[in-house]
């Protein structure tokens, strides 16, 4: 920067002295030649400043994308500079660009069709870096239930998900960036809805009673989150009497989960052992008639 100020004397100096014009024009073409140059320089430094702060904000995220993207995006920002100073050098110096931009256009498209799905990749993972609709780690799950499991690494092109079954497959992010992405481990907190069948034999009272008892278990269940939950006599099954258990769990953690679901089931358990009241289970009643059917007696004539 202490030298724009010398190029901008020489400019003015150039014009108060009146040299020939040989000189002047020659003199003003060298002079936008060092401004061109210097514009370059300060373009550069603001590259580089730009991507001294990106990279100290992908240092805080836990996605190696961002530390890939970050050196690709400065790379690329250099490069259109230079570009832009080479074009601004030619036009200074007399030069024609027109025919060189278009020229550039062509080949930019050619290579933009040869390399579409690349560059849709390319654009995906740039979308899922703004978005961030998961992170490593993050149990996630696509529409259509092709795709779930756990998040391994997002890379640049694509992105590694290990399925519950062990297996490793790797999602384009161009793909990924067009999902309706369900991401599992966002919830706070995990549903449970079952249905406890008795036999027909339970009465009134009894069905009132572990009702009221199974909501009280659950108000006092430090696993089990306050905010919401449901306990109702709700119908007449085929072989049982059902009544809705539903409520969350105060976790997102699987096995911490189950846990809390096992405990809410024990205690259900116990709560009608104590009312004398019985699970159903899928029964048939036959009946069987024992006198046979009068079918009467005919003669012939």
């Known amino acids: 920067m202490r030298k724009f100020p010398i190029v901008v004397g020489l400019y003015f100096a150039l014009n108060a002295l009146h040299p020939p014009q040989i000189v002047l024009d020659g003199g003003q073409k060298l002079l936008a030649l060092a401004i061109s140059l210097l514009l370059m320089w300060l373009m550069l430094r603001l590259v580089n400043v730009g991507t001294e702060v990106l990279h100290r904000w992908a240092q805080r995220t836990d996605s190696a994308l961002d530390n890939q993207l ?16 080479v074009l601004l050098v030619l036009q200074n110096l007399g030069y024609s660009i027109s025919g060189l931009i ?7 498209l050619a290579v933009a069709l040869a390399a579409q799905k690349t560059l849709s990749d390319v654009f995906g993972s740039v979308m899922l870096l703004v978005d961030r609709p998961f992170t490593v780690g993050d149990w996630i799950k696509s529409p259509d239930g092709q795709v779930e499991g756990v998040i391994e690494e997002i890379g640049f092109r694509s992105t590694k998900i290990r399925t519950f079954e062990k297996t490793l497959i790797y999602v384009p992010n161009s793909r990924l960036a067009d999902f309706i992405i ?21 009465t009134r009272s009894q069905m009132q009673k572990a009702v009221s008892e199974i909501r009280s278990m659950l108000a006092s269940h430090e696993g089990v989150d306050q905010d919401f939950f449901i306990v109702r006599f709700t119908d007449f099954g085929a072989s049982s009497l059902d009544i809705m258990v ?53 003669q012939s004539g």
């Open 102 to 108: 278009a020229g550039l256009g062509v080949g930019g």
């Open 70 to 85: 970050v050196p690709l995006v400065s790379k690329a920002a250099k490069v259109t500079v230079g570009l832009l100073a």
């Open 246 to 298: 539903y409520y969350f769990a105060n976790t997102t953690a699987w096995d911490d989960y189950l846990a809390v679901r096992e405990d809410v089931n024990l205690k259900i358990v116990g709560i009608l052992e104590e009312l004398g009241m019985e699970i159903a289970f899928p029964t048939q009643s036959v009946r069987l008639l024992t006198d046979p059917p009068d079918i009467g007696t005919g």
């Open 182 to 202: 369900d991401n599992i481990d966002r919830r706070p907190i995990r549903r449970v809805w079952i249905t406890v069948g008795v036999t027909y034999d339970t």
